[in-house]
């Protein structure tokens, strides 16, 4: 090859590189799973310890709470401090059946007091929050505008909860068409690190009404993360955490864990620098 011609080819690579690049170089996608998201504020605690530092966060419901919390700057065990004592009982409160049997505004006022950042835009690392359109049938993808509400939206249980409205459309949790929003940073990162706090188990299930519907929701979970799955670099998925309850709130403590000894090990193993 020429001397011109190897000029030619080497401005082409770099010209090819410059316009390929990706804007973010390392993403995180937090699924749902109720208490059981708590496992994600473990996780961080590992890849924080391993020096990796997520550029951008997905969230869908206890990920889009997860993730709106950390990108406001709380640590890792901050934020599981903060759900250390929550009770489903004091964050909800029954009500006439008109939507759901639970209105959520208990909740919403406690993540609200601690959430520093009011929009997205304050917030120190950007997120995009997924929640699904009630009256469209479809994923929405939140990245700016008011946090609190965007976070509600996605972590809004069908049935359960009333549905959250925003500019007059009704949106419930994410994670009844995108429970693993790993395909919504995909193109934009380099690598992505997915955590999956929904792993589907064979464990017994209680046959009341709530027990029933959440069983329900862990097959249409799992039925729509297997593509997600396959997306990412590394995945993050605590096996055990599938034995608990979504709304188990007393073992949050014990969920953290779980997340932080499985990241823990997996990055003994993975080199995530090559």
């Keep these: 090859m020429s001397s011109k011609n190897k000029e030619i080819f080497t401005a082409s690579k770099t010209f090819e590189k410059l316009f390929s690049a990706k804007p973010y170089k390392i993403g995180l996608a937090l699924s749902g799973g109720g208490i059981k998201g708590m496992c994600h504020a473990g996780a961080l605690k590992a890849l924080e310890e391993n020096s990796i530092k997520p550029d951008i966060i997905s ?14 700057g709380h640590s890792p065990d901050e934020i599981g401090k ?26 919403e006022r406690f993540l609200g007091s601690k959430l520093r950042a009011k929009t997205f835009e304050e917030l120190q690392i950007p997120i995009r929050i997924v929640a699904t359109n009630l009256d469209t049938g479809q994923i929405e993808i939140f990245t700016k505008g008011n946090l609190l509400e965007a976070a509600m939206a996605s972590s809004t249980v069908p049935v359960l909860f009333n549905p959250k409205i925003i500019n007059g459309n009704h949106y419930v949790d994410g994670g009844v068409l995108k429970n ?38 862990h097959f249409m979970f799992k039925s729509n993360i297997l593509n997600d799955k396959a997306l990412c670099d590394v995945l993050i998925e605590p096996v055990d955490v599938g034995n608990y309850e979504m709304f188990e709130t007393d073992k ?17 193993m993975k080199d995530f620098s090559k």
């Design 82 to 107: 903060i759900f250390e004592h929550i009770e489903f009982r004091k964050m909800t409160k029954l009500q006439r059946p008109s939507g759901g049997f639970f209105t959520t505004k208990p909740f």
């Design 252 to 268: 949050s403590r014990e969920i953290f864990d779980l997340g932080y000894n499985t990241a823990k090990k997996i990055f003994k």
């Design 180 to 217: 693993f929003p790993v395909s919504t940073i995909r193109d934009d990162c380099e690598k992505v690190i997915g955590i999956n706090a929904s792993p589907m188990t064979t464990a017994e299930y209680k046959k009341s009404v709530m027990g029933i519907a959440m069983r329900t929701y």
């Design 59 to 72: 969230g869908v419901s206890a990920g889009a709470i997860v993730a709106a919390l950390y990108a406001d």
